[in-house]
């Protein structure tokens, strides 16, 4: 059902709701639970959602459930209780979906819950899959649900599994989507070789919340070591896979999507004001794809955000350098010109605005979200250009955000938390229309004057034009300096007492003048931006020349995948490069020569 309604997007990303990052709990579990144990089952489903609540008030909990009979619909039932709205992918079409309900009791108790459901996504055929075959072959079925599980994993943020802990053979069973969802693996749909490297770093993506559960039949029991009805934080890692608490690295990364959550809620006015849209004209909605909404809605508010803590950013190092250049002034005044008291005092009154500055700014971790903020943009940005072309990794496992910031520190993986939210509509149904695919290229590549190439031909002609006072600056220095060395060579004695401490302040000023204004350059690093721009200037021009040249569709997308996959990697090493160019006070002491 794609897009869903207008109900939806209030339920998800309207109202409040656009303001937040929804916490997503996908369900995965057994149809066949053993009676007896459904009301503890229900009771410990009731204690975990209530307790995401209550924990992270600043998200909206949002399960998402196939509505299969059994745990399915059981956390169904418990999140409407606690007034949750409930997501529903369906592993194919509802009419093909509704054969795996045996008895009309089944039947009505699915549709009743589907109606309720805020949003529901049929996923397409899996390749090679008709109609006719998911309903006589079980292989080719079975195919539809270890692509549901795929999904459920690619798109939550904790994964809550009824399971009894056995590992089966069965393709797309509950023991199959756990181990999916912590080794990126599912024998059978997954192809050889395309492992994510997630497996082989800390991995925000692979938190399973475990209630364990009896089967009915004989060899129901859950497996050794495992209670009925016992509870715990289950993970991929080596060192303590299971925990009574979330691991304090999740917790970090819940914290981050909360924060963002915040800081969206907070200036939702301005945002919605000022924004950019990626859409531009609403009239572009019409050859988009369904959801395509929701990653320009994202996008709009991490834009914006980003460029609000930039200006703060720029504030602090603005200030922190005036007062470094202030207190080097003072200095030099009081140890080659006038020893006067209050020169110290100065000195010191300067040092404490920059340190109170530079405190207030870290406080508030301006530096950390402008950059946050600001990566988590330009991923979005890509994602919604591959969403509006139809661009596919070509691997049914894999989506736009497993390519981003994979291997930096694990905390950036809230970025990949909100690119799967965003991207959650787009990859249920990915459209390959041509006129995306046109409105993709005009959009994202553009010429020198619109779209990323006229972007980053501005932004290098202005960065340019910005550093070469700088660069003229640097000269007339040594200019300067070679010329207060000809005097002091060339000149009599009696005047080259007279110019020497005039001089030795005035090469004491422009050096650290030159100083100063070197270490601002270094902090918003501006040679490396230049470097940046042009680096990526030349990467749009080669797509925008091989997609000229492309002779089919599916060329044109397969350099926009690898337009995409060379952008996320420049983004990835931006945000690297800028985490390590924040000022702190060593820093201040070092620009003034101290």
């Known amino acids: 059902m794609g897009d869903g309604s207008d109900r939806s997007r209030t339920a998800i990303f309207g109202g409040s709701g656009v303001w937040a990052v929804p916490l997503v709990v996908a369900v995965t579990g057994h149809r066949d639970l053993l009676k007896a144990e459904v009301p503890g089952i229900r009771d410990r489903v009731r204690e975990f959602l209530a307790g995401l609540t209550r924990d992270y008030p600043e998200r909206t909990v949002t ?100 399971w009894d802990g056995k590992y089966t053979d069965g393709l797309g069973g509950t023991g199959q989507v756990v181990r999916f969802h912590h080794d990126d693996v599912m024998p059978g749909f997954t192809p050889e070789g395309t492992t994510s490297r997630l497996i082989l770093t800390d991995d925000e993506s692979d938190l399973v919340y475990h209630i364990v559960c009896s089967r009915r039949g004989p060899d129901g029991a859950p497996a050794p070591n495992l209670q009925p009805l016992s509870t715990s934080w289950f993970t991929s890692s080596d060192q303590e896979a299971r925990t009574e608490s979330i691991p304090d690295r999740y917790v970090r990364v819940l914290a981050h999507a909360g924060e963002f959550s915040r800081d969206a809620r907070e200036h939702k006015e301005r945002i919605l004001a000022e924004a950019l849209s990626l859409i531009g004209d609403d009239s572009a909605i019409a050859v988009l794809p369904p959801g395509i909404r929701d990653i320009d809605r994202m996008f709009r508010i991490a834009d914006w955000l980003a460029i609000h803590f930039q200006e703060r950013v720029m504030f602090v190092l603005r200030i922190t350098h005036v007062m470094a250049l202030l207190m080097g002034v003072m200095y030099i005044a009081y140890s080659d010109v006038v020893p006067y008291r209050f020169l110290i005092v100065a000195f010191v009154v300067f040092f404490v605005i920059a340190a109170l500055t530079h405190k207030f700014g870290h406080k508030h971790a301006w530096h950390r979200k402008y950059l946050d903020y600001r990566a988590l943009a330009e991923g979005l940005r890509v994602q919604f250009y591959w969403a509006a072309a139809g661009v596919t990794s070509g691997n049914d496992s894999k989506f736009a955000h497993d390519n981003f910031l994979q291997s930096q520190d694990a905390d950036l993986g809230w970025i990949r938390n909100v690119m799967r939210v965003a991207g959650m509509a787009c990859d249920a149904a990915a459209r390959a229309s041509l006129s995306g695919l046109q409105y993709a290229i005009r959009e994202w590549i553009g010429d020198d004057n619109s779209g990323q190439l006229g972007y980053y031909r501005r932004q290098t002609h202005r960065k340019l034009a910005r550093n070469l006072p700088v660069e003229r600056f640097a000269v007339a220095v040594v200019v300067v300096s070679f010329i207060a060395f000809a005097l002091f060579i060339f000149a009599s004695d009696d005047l080259a007492d007279r110019l020497r401490n005039p001089i030795i302040v005035l090469m004491g000023v422009l050096l650290l003048v030159a100083g100063v204004r070197q270490s601002y350059a270094f902090s918003v690093a501006d040679s490396e931006l230049i470097k940046q721009y042009e680096f990526m200037f030349r990467t749009f021009t080669k797509a925008r020349r091989r997609i000229q040249s492309a002779g089919t569709d599916a060329e044109k997308r397969r350099v926009l995948k690898l337009l995409g996959d060379a952008a996320l990697d420049e983004h990835s090493q931006w945000i690297l490069m800028h985490r390590e160019r924040a000022v702190d006070e060593g820093e201040i002491w070092r620009m003034t020569g101290g």
């Not at 209780?81 to 009419?95: H, R, T």
């Open 63 to 162: 399960v998402m459930t196939p509505l299969a009979e059994g745990a399915d619909q059981l956390a169904a039932e418990v999140a409407f209780e606690l007034g949750l709205p409930v997501i529903a992918p369906l592993p194919m079409s509802q009419d093909l979906y509704l054969a795996d309900f045996k008895s009309p009791d089944s039947r009505q108790r699915f549709q009743a819950l589907l109606e309720r459901a805020i949003e529901v996504f049929e996923l397409p055929l899996v390749a090679g899959n008709t109609a006719e075959s998911v309903t006589t072959d079980v292989d080719r079925r079975a195919l539809q649900y270890a692509q549901l599980g795929v999904y459920l994993c690619a798109h939550c943020h904790i994964l809550l599994a009824m």
